[in-house]
C-alpha cells in the first residue's frame, strides 16, 4: 500500500503533463487499419483555429480518396512546429503564423509546396452577460478586467499582443491577463465558461456551439492584426504524393469550407 | 522497471546539463519554483489539518455513509486531474455553485488566483494525506490511549503525548506524500487556476509551457522535478524500513 | 475506603453481573476462567466501559450510577494491565512520571518522583531504557511504579503474571505480593490462575460466565467450592449430573458418559447435583481392584505432578480423575504417562451438593 502511494507520488512528479490532451490540442483519430495498398494515413499538424474546418476538410478529402484516413493534430503552431523539428512524422504542417512554418523550414526537417492558405482576424470575445462591461477595446485596459490570452510563442498570443501595441494599450491590457493560455481554444473556453472576462481569439473561434455563450467585440481594422496561415509538407513525410495531394485540396475545394467557418482567402 | 526507468533514461540523456545551470537560474524557473514549494507547502498543510479529523472518523467511529465518505476520499486519486479542474470550476469557478456565491456576495473569484492553485493542489493531494493518516490510526494500539486516561490524562494529553508521537512516521509520511503529488500536480491547476508566472505557474506548468518552444529548457526543469522526486523518495525509504 | 461494585455491564454481546465490595487494606481477587467477565469489569472499573446497570463508588465517590459516568482520567485509580502498556516511545522514567506530568506536575518534578520511585524499586539503571529493552520482570516493576505514582486510591492488577515466563513469575510474585501488602488502598487482583489468585489475596470472588458464583477466603472456598469451577481451582475431583435414587439408598449421578455412585443427601429433592471427592481418597492400581470399592474407572496416565513427598496423579478414565498418592507409590506402581491403571473409591468418600 505505502509503496504503491510513493510510486503514484513520484510517477506524479515524473509526468506533470499527464491529464491534459497531449501538448494542448485534440487528436481527431480516426481508425486507422493497417494492410491493403489502397490503405493510407495521412497525418495532418494544424493549428487549433483550424480544427473545425479543416475536420470538415478531412472527411470530404477521405471521401474523395477512399482507403485514406486523415489524422489530425491540432494545437498550438508553436508546440506542433517543435514537435515536427524534434522528430514527430507529420506529414503536413498548417500553421497560423508564418514563424512557425519558417522554424519548420530553418531550424527542422524542412518544408515543400509551401503557401499561403487562408487568412483570419482577431476579435475580442466576452461572456454573454459581460461581468466587465467590455464594450470596446479601450476597455480591456480597465482596471480589475480578467483578461485571458493565449501563451507568448503561440501565434494567437503574440498578435493579441501585437495588437495591444498598436492599441497602444500595451502595459494596463498585459497587467490584466489573469492566464496565458496554451492554445487559442483554450481561451475561448475560459471566455465561455464565464470565468474571464474577456479573451482575444480568432473571429472564426466564435463557433456555432460558443455562439450563445460569448459576445464578440470587434477590433478596429486600424489595430487589428490579419494572421497569415501557410500550409506546407513537411520534408521526410512519409505520404509525400498524399500530402501533396492534401495541401492542393486545401488550396483549391477547401476554400468555400473555410470561408464558410469565417476565413478570409489568402 | 524499465516502464518508470526508461523515462528517466530519457530525461537524463536528453538533459542539456551545459544550460542547466543557466535554465534553472532563470527569472521565469526561479518563481516557479518558489510558487511550486509555496503551493505544494500550503497543500500538505491543508490536507493534514483537515485530513488528520477524517481519518479520526474512518478509523475510530461509526456513521451512516461511512463507506459513501470514504469512496469520497478516495476519488480524487483515481480522478483525471483534468476533470478534478472541471469540477472545481464547477464548484468554486465565477458560476460555481459556491463560487457564485463568493462572487455575488463577496466579489471574491478564485479563479486564476493562487489560492486555486492551491485548491487544485489540496484536492487531489487530500487522498494521500488521509489514506496515510488512517494506516497510521488503524497501527495503533488503543489500549496505549486507555492506559493513558487511567494515568489521569484528558483526550486532548492522550492525542499529544501519546497518539501524535505513536504515528510520528505516518504522519511524516502523510506530509511527504502530499507535498510530493501537489508538486507535480498539473491538469487540475491549469484547468482551474490557470497559468500565470509568479500566480499561478507552478512548475510543472512552466515545464509544459517550455516544451512548445524550447524542449531543452522543458527537460532541464523536468530535471529539477526529478531531483526533488527522488530526494522524496529517499526519505521516505528511511521510514518504511523502520 | 471502600470500592463497592454492583453492576451489570455488557461487551460485544456478553453481559457480566456482579456485586461485591473491596475495603483498603485488603486484597481482593476476581477469578474466573477466560470468558467469565473478569476483562468486562475490570474496564467498568477503571471507567473504560460505561455499566449498563448498577453503580460503582470509591471512597464515597460515585463513578458510575445515577449521577452519570467519570471518566477514567478522573478516577483516583492506578491500572497495571495485562500486556503492561507501557508507552513504547517513552523511557522507563518518563512512563512512569507520565501519570504526574499528565496532572500538571511539572516536567522536572515528575521526573525526579519518578527517579526516585524506580530507585526504590531497584531500577535505577534502568530509568533511560526503552520499554522495549527491559526484561519481563524490570517492565512489570516500570508498570506497577507507573500507576502508583500518582498515590491512586484503587489499585487494580490484571492478569498482573500472565505474561511472564514460568521463572519470572515466581520472582514477580513476591514483588507484587510486596507492593500489595505495602500499597494503603483498595487493592484488586484480576486473574484466572488459582496459584496466583491464592497468593495475592485474602478474598477471592469467583466468576463463572458472567456471574458471581462465590466468595470468600482462599481457604473457605478450598473447603467448601460450590461449583466446578472452585472445584478444580482446589484441584478437587468434582462430578455433575442428574441424581437418581437407587434400590438400596444410594444415589447414582448420572453426567456425560459417566455414572458415579454417591450417597443421597438428606432431604434432596431431586435433579442436578455436584459430588466432590477429594484427590487423597482415589486409590490407584494396576489390576482391577478386588475391594468394596463401589466406583471403579479405568484408564491412562495424563500426568503426574510431584509436590514434596505427595504427588497428583491425572487418569483419563471415564469420567477423569485426580488422584494423590505417595511418591513412593508412583515408583511402586512403576507409574508413568501412559501408563493403564484403576482408579477406585468409596462411595461413601463423596461429598453431595445439589447444584
New interface residues.
Given amino acids: ?3 504503491l ?17 497531449g ?2 490540442g485534440s487528436t481527431d483519430a480516426t481508425n486507422a487499419t493497417d494492410g491493403g495498398s489502397d490503405h493510407a494515413e495521412l497525418t495532418v499538424s494544424g493549428a487549433s483555429s483550424l480544427t473545425d474546418a479543416f475536420g470538415d476538410i478531412g472527411t470530404a478529402f477521405e471521401g474523395e480518396n477512399p482507403g485514406v484516413t486523415v489524422t489530425f493534430n491540432f494545437g ?1 503552431s ?2 506542433l512546429a ?1 514537435q515536427i523539428n ?1 522528430g514527430a512524422p507529420v506529414d503536413v504542417f498548417a500553421s497560423a503564423s508564418p514563424t512557425w512554418m519558417d522554424s519548420v523550414q530553418d531550424d527542422g526537417p524542412g518544408v515543400s509546396d509551401r503557401s499561403d492558405f487562408a487568412k483570419n482576424r482577431l476579435t475580442i470575445i466576452v461572456p454573454k452577460d459581460n ?1 466587465a462591461g467590455i464594450e470596446d477595446i479601450g476597455d480591456v485596459a480597465e482596471d480589475g478586467v ?1 483578461l ?1 490570452i493565449a ?1 507568448e ?2 501565434p494567437a498570443g503574440d498578435y493579441a499582443r501585437e495588437i495591444f501595441e498598436n492599441a497602444g494599450i500595451s502595459k494596463a491590457a498585459l497587467a490584466n ?6 492554445d487559442v481554444r483554450a481561451v475561448v473556453t ?1 471566455v465561455a ?4 472576462d474577456a479573451g482575444v481569439v480568432y473571429v472564426t473561434d466564435v463557433t456555432a456551439d460558443v455562439t450563445d455563450q460569448v459576445t464578440q467585440i470587434e477590433i478596429p481594422d486600424d489595430i487589428n492584426v490579419i494572421a497569415t496561415y501557410p500550409i506546407a509538407v513537411v520534408n521526410d513525410a512519409q505520404e509525400t504524393d498524399l500530402a501533396k495531394r492534401f495541401v492542393d485540396y486545401v488550396l483549391g475545394p477547401g476554400q468555400q469550407t473555410l470561408a464558410d467557418y469565417g476565413f478570409l482567402p489568402a | 522497471m524499465l516502464l518508470v526507468g526508461l523515462p528517466l533514461l530519457g530525461l537524463i540523456f536528453r538533459t542539456p546539463w551545459a544550460r542547466i545551470g543557466e535554465v534553472l537560474t532563470s527569472d521565469t524557473v526561479l518563481t516557479a519554483l518558489r510558487l511550486s514549494l509555496l503551493v505544494a507547502t500550503s497543500a500538505a498543510a491543508i490536507s493534514f489539518v483537515l485530513g488528520f479529523p477524517l481519518a479520526w472518523m474512518l478509523v475510530r467511529s461509526t456513521f451512516p455513509g461511512k463507506t459513501f465518505v470514504r469512496a469520497l476520499v478516495v476519488l480524487p486519486l483515481v480522478m483525471p486531474p483534468v476533470v478534478a479542474g472541471v469540477g472545481l470550476s464547477a464548484a468554486f469557478g465565477r458560476r460555481g455553485i459556491v463560487g457564485s456565491w463568493l462572487y455575488d456576495w463577496f466579489g471574491i473569484q478564485l479563479t486564476f488566483t493562487t489560492g486555486a492553485a492551491v485548491l487544485a493542489a489540496t484536492f487531489v493531494s487530500f487522498p494521500l494525506a488521509v489514506l496515510a493518516l488512517e494506516a497510521g490510526l488503524r497501527g495503533l494500539d488503543e489500549r496505549l490511549e486507555d492506559a493513558a486516561s487511567t494515568l489521569g490524562a484528558s483526550r486532548w494529553y492522550v492525542m499529544r503525548r501519546v497518539t501524535l508521537p505513536l504515528m510520528a512516521p505516518q504522519i511524516a509520511a502523510a506530509l511527504v506524500l502530499s507535498w510530493a503529488r501537489a508538486l507535480g500536480e498539473f491538469g487540475a491547476t491549469i484547468t482551474f487556476a490557470g497559468n500565470l508566472q509568479g500566480r499561478t505557474q507552478t512548475l510543472p506548468l512552466a515545464v509544459f509551457e517550455r516544451l512548445q518552444t524550447d524542449q531543452d529548457a522543458a527537460f532541464a526543469i523536468s530535471m529539477l522535478l526529478i531531483a526533488i522526486a527522488f530526494a522524496v523518495i529517499i526519505g521516505l525509504r528511511g521510514r518504511f524500513l523502520r | 475506603m471502600t470500592l463497592s461494585v454492583d453492576v451489570a455491564a455488557r461487551r460485544g454481546g456478553f453481559e457480566v453481573r456482579a456485586a461485591f465490595e473491596a475495603e483498603a487494606g485488603e486484597t481482593v481477587a476476581l477469578l474466573g476462567p477466560n470468558g467469565s467477565g473478569k476483562s468486562t469489569l475490570v474496564l467498568a472499573i477503571a471507567g473504560l466501559l460505561r455499566p449498563s446497570e448498577g453503580t460503582i463508588a470509591l471512597d464515597g465517590e460515585v463513578l458510575d450510577g445515577e449521577g452519570g459516568h467519570v471518566p477514567p482520567e478522573r478516577r483516583p485509580i492506578g491500572v497495571v494491565f495485562q500486556d503492561l502498556l507501557l508507552f513504547p516511545h517513552l523511557s522507563a522514567v518518563e512512563n512512569v512520571a507520565f501519570g504526574l506530568r499528565a496532572r500538571g506536575i511539572d516536567a522536572a518534578e515528575a521526573r525526579a518522583r519518578a527517579r526516585a520511585a524506580l530507585e526504590r524499586l531497584g531500577l535505577d539503571d534502568r530509568a533511560d531504557a526503552r520499554p522495549r529493552d527491559l526484561s519481563g520482570g524490570e517492565a512489570q516493576r516500570v508498570a506497577l511504579a507507573r500507576a502508583l505514582i500518582g498515590e491512586p486510591a484503587l489499585l487494580l492488577l490484571d492478569e498482573p503474571l500472565s505474561a511472564l515466563d514460568v521463572g519470572t513469575r515466581v520472582e514477580v510474585r513476591e514483588l507484587a505480593r510486596e507492593q500489595l501488602r505495602g500499597f494503603p488502598g483498595v487493592r484488586v487482583v484480576v486473574t484466572h490462575d488459582a496459584v496466583e489468585a491464592s497468593a495475592l489475596a485474602d478474598r477471592l470472588i469467583l466468576l463463572e460466565h458472567g456471574r458471581v458464583t462465590q466468595v470468600g477466603s482462599p481457604e473457605e472456598i478450598r473447603t467448601a467450592p460450590r461449583s466446578r469451577y472452585a472445584a478444580d481451582f482446589v484441584g478437587v475431583n468434582a462430578f455433575q449430573g442428574r441424581l437418581d435414587r437407587l434400590a438400596d439408598g444410594a444415589g447414582r449421578l448420572v453426567g456425560p458418559g459417566a455414572e458415579v455412585v454417591v450417597p443421597w443427601p438428606e432431604n434432596f429433592p431431586g435433579g442436578e447435583a455436584i459430588a466432590l471427592l477429594r484427590p487423597g481418597d482415589v486409590t490407584l492400581s494396576l489390576e482391577a481392584p478386588q475391594g468394596s470399592a463401589r466406583n471403579v474407572f479405568e484408564g491412562p496416565v495424563t500426568w503426574i505432578a510431584i509436590e514434596g513427598e505427595r504427588a497428583r496423579v491425572r487418569v483419563a478414565s471415564v469420567p477423569p480423575l485426580v488422584a494423590e498418592i505417595t511418591v513412593g507409590s508412583v515408583q511402586r506402581l512403576g507409574l508413568r504417562e501412559g501408563v493403564q491403571v484403576w482408579a477406585s473409591f468409596k462411595a461413601m468418600e463423596v461429598q453431595v451438593l445439589p447444584r
Fill in positions: 500500500m505505502r509503496k502511494l510513493i510510486l503514484l507520488a513520484s510517477m506524479s512528479l515524473l509526468l506533470p503533463a499527464c491529464g491534459s490532451d501538448d494542448g498550438p508553436d508546440g517543435t524534434d461581468p480578467k485571458v501563451t510563442g503561440v491577463v489573469v492566464s496565458n493560455a496554451e475560459s465558461s464565464g470565468e474571464a
